[in-house]
Structures are given as C-alpha cells and as structure tokens.
C-alpha cells in the first residue's frame, strides 16, 4: 500500500516554560490527519486551539527546545529526523507555505520578481531566465494583470489580494507536492477573499497537490475541502468528510460552531459557547472541551475520551453514542 502524502500520528508538542524554571507548556495534546496526494483537508478552530502551531511542527520551524512526540511522516519518511540537508530539500521542493499576513512575510526592499525566483534560483530547480519566465505565466495564471510590469515593482506597489496572488505563486513555483495555507484570506477584504480562495482551490487542483487549510470559517473549510478536522485546545474531537462533518456533526463543539454563524436564510439571535475558548496547556485530565459543554458529565471532567469511529466520523467525546444528531445541534 502506498503511504499517505503526509501522515500526523498523536502528535504532542511541549514548549519550554518563559522562564527559566517554569515547566514545559503543552500546546499540543494529540493531533493525528491524513492527507492523500490531491486531498484537500481543512484544520477548523478558534483562535489558541494549536492549529498554526501544528504546521509549525510539520515544517520542522518549531521554537528552540521544543519536546515532539507522536509521529509526523511524509510519503513515510520521519519529518522529526531529518538532518540538516533532508530538511532543506523538504523546505524548499516538497512542501510550501502561504501565511495569512503576506506583507510581513515578503522582504519591502526586494522586487516582486526577486522574491518569486529566489528560491528555486538557489535550489538549482532551474535558471535566473527560467524562473522569471514561469513566475511570470503563473502570476497571469492567478489572475494578476500585466505580470511583466508587477515583477518589477516592490510589495508595497500591490494592493492586498493581488500580493497575496503572489505569495500563492511563489508557494507554487517548486512544484511541490503539499501546500500548507495558514489563513491565507484572513488579512483580505471581504470582497476580494472568495476571488483569492477560488484561485488557490482551481490551482491546487489543476496540479494535484495536497494541502492542509487552516482557518476559523467552518462554511469556507466545508465548501473548499474534501475533508474536515475540527481542532479545540491541542486536540482533534472530530474529523470526517467535508459534507458529513458540516451537515451532520457529532461532537458538542463543532455543532457549536456551526450553531454560532449568522444565517442569510433567517433572522435569529446568535448562539454562542459558553466561556471562552482555552489554549492546550490550560486543558486538564478530561476532555478539553468540558469546561464549555452542555452534556458533560464528572467521567468527562475526569478522563480524556479517546477519538474512534463513530458514524463515519472520527469524534473524541464519551458520550457521541447516546446523545441523538438533533440534540447536539440544538443544545450547542
């Protein structure tokens, strides 16, 4: 059988303390994802709940002294060992990154072009005269008008949705096999997000890349995703196909954030989660989602629930046999 594209298997993550003396902080609980060749998959949750912070781990760009353990494969190779060189490679032809904030991840004084070059430039992928020409195709690929003038201009002469265009380019232009978006639409304006997302999805597609899409929009990650892993405080609680996920929830969080969006169908008052959301190392013993939940019980409170199959889903939560679809989304 041949192995997944990237395989994430119980991860945990410890970070030293911020001072010294101070004990190792978890911010990751347990995280295990799949993602085949061409499979689209969306990493849902709020704000805290370690979603960044597992790419981090899958780059390899943890902060120093950090502990991981659990398993994190790329087409069956141990990310975690690899050496210097091995990284390099992986960084640079195999795996790439698109940041929600693309100003503060472009260099203001190096021209568009420069930056879209440089890095297969110094990886040997291909020529100063090759690179310019494929960056210029697929900055017209994406949409960006007159690509010849906009490779010679500085960040600062694009506006928002056409540098984040490019930083989708220059994701793309080693060929790599998985694209990693950390929110990539979230320093967008409203009208120029789905045009940016709908160019992303078509390339994506149109080369056969895995990628793993972070973000807090749970209508976004269903619409764009084959398939959905809802994370809260360092854990998944629930994961399954895009569609059954979205439209039939089974874990008390994910119903609650689908019961917290505003509908354009009906006029109705908000719901919302009790508390506030807690970051991993805040979470106790039992599940991470006890302290907001309307069905928890003291064997909640007390004892982590192990994730298993339930109705097509993968859920982490002790009580998913007996509590009825329309429960969950009503109580939530």
Same mark, same amino acid.
């Given at each position: 059988?041949?192995?997944?594209?990237?395989?994430?298997?119980?991860?945990?993550?410890?970070?030293?303390?911020?001072?010294?003396?101070?004990?190792?902080?978890?911010v990751?609980?347990?995280?295990?994802?799949?993602?085949?060749p061409?499979?689209?998959?969306?990493?849902?949750g709020?704000s805290?709940s370690?979603?960044?912070m597992?790419?981090?781990?899958? #780059?390899?760009?943890?902060p120093q002294?950090?502990?991981?353990?659990?398993?994190?494969?790329?087409?069956?190779?141990?990310?975690?060992?690899?050496?210097?060189?091995?990284?390099?490679?992986?960084?640079?032809?195999?795996?790439? #990154?698109?940041?929600?904030?693309?100003?503060?991840?472009?260099?203001?004084l190096?021209?568009?072009?420069?930056?879209?070059?440089?890095?297969?430039?110094a990886?040997?992928?291909?020529?100063?005269?090759?690179?310019?020409?494929k960056?210029?195709? #697929?900055?017209?690929?994406v949409g960006?008008?007159?690509?010849?003038?906009?490779m010679?201009?500085?960040?600062?002469?694009?506006s928002?949705?056409?540098?984040?265009?490019?930083?989708?380019v220059?994701?793309?232009?080693?060929?790599?096999?998985?694209?990693?978006a950390? +929110?990539?639409?979230?320093?967008?304006?409203v009208?120029?997000?789905?045009?940016?997302?709908?160019?992303?999805?078509?390339?994506?597609? +149109?080369?056969?890349?895995?990628?793993l899409?972070?973000?807090?929009?749970?209508?976004?990650?269903?619409?764009?995703?084959?398939?959905?892993?809802?994370?809260?405080?360092?854990?998944?609680v629930?994961?399954?196909?895009?569609?059954?996920?979205?439209?039939?929830?089974?874990?008390?969080?994910?119903?609650?954030?689908?019961?917290?969006?505003?509908?354009?169908?009906?006029?109705?008052?908000?719901?919302t989660?009790?508390?506030?959301?807690?970051?991993a190392?805040?979470?106790?013993?039992?599940?991470?989602?006890?302290s907001?939940?309307?069905?928890?019980?003291q064997?909640?409170?007390?004892?982590?629930?192990?994730?298993?199959?339930v109705?097509?889903?993968?859920?982490?939560?002790h009580r998913?046999?007996?509590?009825?679809?329309?429960m969950?989304?009503?109580?939530?």
């Amino acid at each position: 059988m041949t192995a997944p594209l990237l395989e994430i298997e119980n991860l945990r993550v410890d970070l030293r303390g911020r001072h010294r003396g101070d004990p190792p902080r978890r911010v990751i609980h347990d995280v295990s994802l799949r993602i085949e060749p061409g499979e689209s998959v969306g990493l849902v949750g709020e704000s805290g709940s370690g979603k960044s912070m597992t790419l981090k781990a899958v #780059m390899g760009l943890l902060p120093q002294g950090a502990k991981v353990s659990g398993a994190i494969r790329f087409r069956g190779r141990d990310v975690t060992a690899f050496g210097r060189k091995d990284l390099a490679g992986y960084r640079s032809r195999q795996v790439a #990154m698109i940041y929600q904030d693309p100003r503060a991840h472009t260099n203001p004084l190096v021209k568009v072009g420069d930056f879209l070059i440089e890095g297969v430039v110094a990886a040997k992928q291909m020529t100063p005269d090759e690179a310019r020409d494929k960056a210029c195709a #697929m900055l017209r690929d994406v949409g960006v008008p007159d690509a010849t003038r906009r490779m010679a201009q500085y960040p600062h002469e694009l506006s928002g949705g056409l540098l984040q265009r490019v930083m989708i380019v220059m994701a793309l232009m080693p060929d790599p096999l998985l694209v990693l978006a950390d +929110e990539p639409t979230t320093a967008l304006d409203v009208t120029v997000q789905a045009e940016v997302v709908s160019i992303l999805i078509e390339q994506i597609r +149109e080369r056969s890349v895995g990628m793993l899409f972070i973000t807090h929009d749970l209508d976004l990650a269903a619409a764009i995703n084959d398939s959905l892993a809802v994370m809260y405080a360092g854990a998944i609680v629930e994961k399954g196909s895009a569609t059954s996920v979205y439209e039939a929830s089974r874990h008390p969080y994910t119903a609650g954030l689908l019961n917290s969006r505003p509908s354009v169908e009906e006029v109705r008052r908000l719901q919302t989660i009790p508390g506030r959301p807690l970051s991993a190392f805040e979470a106790g013993d039992g599940c991470v989602f006890s302290s907001r939940c309307h069905f928890v019980t003291q064997h909640c409170r007390d004892e982590r629930p192990a994730a298993r199959p339930v109705d097509g889903h993968i859920v982490a939560c002790h009580r998913v046999e007996e509590l009825d679809k329309s429960m969950v989304r009503q109580a939530a």
